[in-house]
């Protein structure tokens, strides 16, 4: 026998049952991001290295060490995206999307992929929602896609979620603070990890951003940037503070909470909970104001926010339980391989007429007591059986599998009726 072949460390497959968990997730979020207007954006996975470089910044861990990063064929260096945003703020200006709509709200699904050490939570392929806005520079923008993260949570049965909040202000408050920590930082030099002291000379705000838990003591009493804001970011943030609490979503401001990302300007913020161990943020965003000029285009403010499905799958089924899963609500079993052809007919019939139930043909192969197992293993509701006398009378037997009744020959022509009332469709 051949060696195996395995998937890659960190990269997992999907596989049903838990492939019907994601698809009833992935489709609530959708149902919200729809009921605010959101448009989809659809974005190549691989992109020139520098759209990642020049955007997340060349001092965080994501371009430091997690880039899964080469050369193709042509020697152009390509990076498999790490995020999202990078390559949406470069399309929406490579397709000139703000000259059709100033005001544009836009929502990504897909795979991201980092070099990072697999463990719970942390994989190397992992897959984000995320949602991007450009060209709202005011407060309302950022309470809105938190109330949109808080009605999903709402609908998605998740409870327990802490929203944290902080304003990371703009690049010359920044600066300022920057001055500052870095003179904390070197009072206390004996006491930083390696990390830190490397962070220390690149970019010391990266610090504050440590999962080291002996390193929280000092990042604690560390000065807080809140301090080095001038009026205009100050007000912004007490502006989304003041529409949140009238809202009634509850937040906690963290003064400490960076963001692994460069771009991040003025509010940022995370869903963090506390049952899933260390990797805790299941949504995490902010303002990147500055980035699409960065990225070539005119100034424009914009704001966004990632989760992580993993994260939020775990934590969904860890909450609402088990679900019981079905391959289908219908199961037609042909008596034996002379009715495969009536089978295959039938259950294209019932498609046509009860629309959106899950109709299963097993395909014949077997005994009937073989396929009726078969059947009843499928999870389908009812199944209906096609033999000779069935196709001699142009009848149907329709047995329910869940114990609702007996089994019973139906004339073909009720079928429809008679099912629709079985299935309380
Ligand atoms: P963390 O602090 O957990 O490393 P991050 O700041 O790197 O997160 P973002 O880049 O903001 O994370 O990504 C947004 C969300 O994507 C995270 O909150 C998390 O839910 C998810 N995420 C990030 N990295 C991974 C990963 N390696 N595996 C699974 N999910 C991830
Ligand atoms: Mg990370």
């Not at 990371?168 to 390696?194: I, K, P």
Request: hydrophobic share 40%; net charge neutral; glycine share 10%.
């Amino acid at each position: 026998m051949k060696e195996q072949l395995r998937a890659i460390r960190g990269m997992n497959d999907i596989v049903p049952p838990l492939s019907a968990r994601w698809q009833h997730l992935e489709q609530q979020v959708v149902g919200v991001l729809n009921a605010y207007g959101y448009q989809q954006i659809r974005l190549p996975i691989l992109e020139q290295t520098g759209v990642f470089e020049r955007s997340i910044g060349d001092t965080t861990d994501i371009v430091q060490k997690e880039m899964y990063t080469f050369a193709d064929r042509n020697g152009e260096r390509l990076t498999l995206r790490p995020e999202g945003t990078a390559g949406c703020v470069r399309a929406v200006l490579e397709h000139g999307l703000l000259n059709v709509q100033p005001h544009l709200r836009l929502w990504y699904i897909g795979a991201m992929f980092r070099h990072e050490r697999p463990q719970k939570g942390r994989y190397r392929q992992f897959h984000q929602i995320g949602v991007e806005t450009y060209g709202m520079a005011g407060p309302g923008i950022d309470a809105e896609i938190i109330l949109l993260t808080a009605r999903l949570w709402r609908e998605l049965g998740i409870n327990g979620l802490r929203l944290e909040l902080n304003t990371l202000g703009v690049a010359a408050e920044r600066e300022r603070y920057r001055a500052a920590l870095s003179q904390y930082f070197e009072a206390h030099y004996e006491v930083l990890d390696e990390d830190s002291k490397l962070r220390l000379v690149r970019n010391p705000l990266r610090i504050l951003d440590t999962k080291n838990p002996a390193m929280l003591g000092l990042v604690a009493n560390a000065p807080s940037l809140v301090d080095y804001l001038d009026p205009e970011s100050r007000e912004h943030f007490a502006a989304v503070c003041s529409i949140l609490n009238a809202a009634g979503v509850a937040y906690v401001v963290n003064p400490r909470l960076v963001r692994g990302l460069d771009y991040y300007s003025k509010t940022v913020f995370e869903w963090i909970t506390t049952e899933l161990g260390a990797q805790g943020t299941v949504c995490a965003g902010g303002r990147y104001d500055a980035l699409v000029e960065l990225m070539g285009g005119k100034p424009t403010p914009a704001i966004g926010f990632a989760m992580g499905l993993e994260r939020l799958l775990e934590l969904h089924a860890a909450q609402t339980g088990d679900q019981p899963s079905s391959e289908a609500d219908l199961c037609v079993v042909a008596a034996g391989d002379a009715e495969t052809a009536a089978t295959l007919r039938l259950a294209e019939d019932l498609r046509d007429d009860l629309r959106g139930v899950r109709v299963l043909c097993l395909c014949g192969g077997g005994s009937l007591k073989t396929q009726m197992k078969r059947a009843d293993r499928s999870g389908a509701q009812v199944a209906l059986i096609v033999g000779s006398e069935e196709l001699a009378s142009d009848t149907i037997t329709l047995k329910p599998l869940r114990g609702q009744g007996d089994q019973q020959r139906v004339p073909r022509a009720s079928l429809r009726d008679i099912l629709t009332k079985v299935l309380a469709l």
